[in-house]
């Protein structure tokens, strides 16, 4: 939903969650993806893809990092 451009009050009133809750999800994503924004998340997202005419199965976003 971040990458489709839903901020974190529509995202919450998607999810049936507070906005609150969304963004402690997204600081823990951004943490566990060691990237600090959401542009940092969409060139991550973007390379995944570009990587996805070797996919072979498994995680494809194993290799990436």
Excluded: C, W
């Amino acid at each position: 939903m971040v990458l489709q451009g839903y901020s974190p009050a529509a995202i919450a009133d998607k999810l049936f969650i507070s906005p609150g809750t969304v963004r402690v999800h997204l600081r823990n994503s951004y943490k566990k993806l060691d990237i600090g924004s959401q542009l940092d998340l969409q060139n991550l997202f973007i390379g995944a893809l570009m990587q996805f005419e070797h996919y072979e199965g498994g995680d494809p976003l194993e290799g990436f990092f």
